[in-house]
Each structure stands twice: as C-alpha cells, then as structure tokens.
C-alpha cells in the first residue's frame, strides 16, 4: 500500500513531468538533451524519470533567475 507522501516521491515519466511544467515532452527532451532542463534519472538509455522535488526546485531556480534579470535591465536603464 502507498501513503499520499509515497505517491507524491514517485519519479515522474517525461510525458507526466511535460504536464506538471506545462510544456510538451519534446521540449522537455529537447531541454534534457542540451543540458538546461530540470534534473533527471536515467534508469537506462529509454527510461527517463524525475522527481518532484527536481521539478519543484528548476522552477525555483528559473524564478529568480527571471528575477534578477529583470532587476538588472532595471537598473541598466
């Protein structure tokens, strides 16, 4: 039996990590294959996984990212 908290962990599949960012598999593939996208697990050549937590923390990171680019065009001007 899983807990509500072990379903929450479980890694997620390219197609249900797309939809939790709101993107298209082929662009988080794209993302993963250039190096920029979120933090993945790769259990073998055809099997891709991520996790919450890695999804949860890109996005935090992009954030801030927007955020202090956007602060510096600010000042520049």
Known sequence: MTTDSQQADR???TKQAA???NVTPHTLEN???AGRGPRFIRYSRTCIRYRPADL???LAQRAA???????LSAAAQ
């Open 19 to 21: 939809e939790a960012l």
């Open 56 to 58: 949860d923390a890109w």
């Open 11 to 13: 890694p997620l599949t």
């Open 65 to 71: 990212e927007s955020a202090t680019d956007s602060q």
């Open 31 to 33: 993302w993963r294959h």
